[in-house]
């Protein structure tokens, strides 16, 4: 079994800068993708920034050249770099384990941007 912990979000003014980090206890295998994903009010959950099992990261294109996802050298943590935030970024995030099976899920944090 896998908890996942949010830290990180908060109110954030248009343009500023946010790093919301995920830590997770519990194993986390190689098998295993690890993604953010973000529901904002009234809308589907949409994933935000993945990295798959290889490594390989993507990114919807709303938030591309804007947010960074990485992960810690032991996979028990997941980070989510966000710059140049807009209000359309507005959400609460997610973090999410998966593969072989396994979903996991956060709590969430909440990002509000707004001046």
């Known amino acids: 079994q896998v908890q996942l912990v949010e830290s990180g979000g908060g109110l954030v003014q248009p343009g500023g800068s946010l790093r919301l980090s995920c830590a997770a206890s519990?194993?986390?295998?190689?098998?295993?993708?690890m993604g953010w994903f973000r529901q904002a009010p009234g809308k589907r959950r949409e994933l935000v920034a993945g990295?798959?099992?290889?490594?390989?990261?993507n990114y919807r294109d709303s938030v591309k050249g804007r947010f960074t996802i990485s992960r810690g050298y032991a996979r028990n943590t997941l980070y989510l770099q966000m710059n140049s935030l807009k209000p359309d970024d507005t959400a609460v995030y997610y973090c999410?384990?998966?593969?072989?099976?396994?979903?996991?899920w956060g709590q969430g944090t909440q990002v509000p941007v707004s001046s």
């Open positions: 999410n384990v998966w593969g072989n099976g396994d979903d996991y």
């Open positions: 519990g194993r986390i295998f190689s098998f295993h993708n």
């Open positions: 990295i798959s099992r290889d490594g390989s990261t």
